[in-house]
């Protein structure tokens, strides 16, 4: 019986990895232990390395549905309607992440079968006013609205924060600050921010979060979509008691420094005002 032929489609799928396994080119023998590479060489070398080893304070969701809503919502041929669509399945996965990383207490309730069950609730559903929810305007309030539709109890604070896209390092440009009073006094303040790319937006957050208005490292929890590597590790430097909840860690930046595989901008695709061609994340 002859063999079945091969299907192409098949053959040509790539290997797939965990997420923190990194393909670089190495040039320089000395880059990866072991390896080595004549002069004038290169060659692909997977780098391994968990978020934990990167930021000592990450949480990446586990979730099976996410591969199938990640594919929609990076399809560059997803339309707004169902980019907002996908992306608002996936945050609310993360918010619901997000919220049990919060402060807890113990709660026993009893149950219609007449037995007693010792549990837990989150902090932002007994007080959630006590929790402060800040957007960096404006790709964050598309997560903000995930958080308000669950929790609109919950305070809210707004940063207009942007990267200087004409710029080589892209870094941030701080332009408003709206926060509520007594911030450095709630139980919880949730930094919402889709994407962490080389994390100079969420890094100016934070530094005017705990400098300027005195919240506690260690009472902000930093929730995104998608990060890579470059972002975990410079909040890991500056920030390593601050929590990260993410949905996925991609591989890492390109030249441009935008997120890859990525999925373009985040804000002009959930807001549909995409005017960017795929040359400008190139």
Not at 215 to 235: H, M, W, Y
Not at 238 to 265: M, R, S, Y
């Amino acid at each position: 019986m002859p063999d079945n032929p091969k299907d192409p489609e098949k053959e040509a799928m790539p290997k797939c990895r965990p997420v923190w396994e990194r393909e670089v080119l190495i040039k320089d023998a000395n880059v990866v232990h072991g390896g080595g590479c004549k002069p004038g060489e290169e060659r692909i070398a997977v780098i391994k390395k968990a978020p934990k080893a990167v930021h000592p304070n990450v949480v990446v969701m586990k979730n099976g549905g996410l591969v199938n809503l990640f594919t929609k919502i990076r399809d560059e041929n997803t339309g707004a309607a169902e980019f907002v669509q996908y992306s608002k399945r996936i945050m609310r996965l993360l918010v619901e992440e997000t919220a049990a990383g919060l402060p807890c207490k113990p709660l026993a309730v009893n149950t219609p079968t007449n037995v007693r069950y010792k549990g837990q609730v989150s902090i932002i559903d007994i007080n959630p006013e006590k929790v402060c929810l800040v957007s960096i305007i404006r790709a964050g309030d598309a997560l903000l609205e995930s958080f308000r539709e669950l929790f609109p109890g919950a305070t809210v604070g707004k940063m207009w924060i942007q990267r200087n896209e004409s710029s080589s390092t892209k870094e941030a440009v701080h332009s408003c600050t709206k926060l509520p009073p007594a911030i450095n006094e709630m139980e919880a303040v949730v930094l919402c921010d889709p994407m962490l790319a080389t994390g100079g937006s969420s890094m100016a957050a934070l530094h005017t979060l705990i400098d300027d208005y005195g919240v506690k490292p260690e009472r902000i929890v930093f929730s995104n979509v998608i990060s890579c590597p470059e972002g975990l590790d410079a909040l890991a430097k500056d920030f390593p008691d601050v929590k990260i909840v993410t949905a996925w860690v991609d591989e890492g930046l390109n030249q441009e420094k935008f997120i890859l595989p990525g999925l373009g901008d985040y804000g002009d695709r959930f807001f549909n005002t995409v005017a960017t061609k795929r040359s400008d994340y190139l």
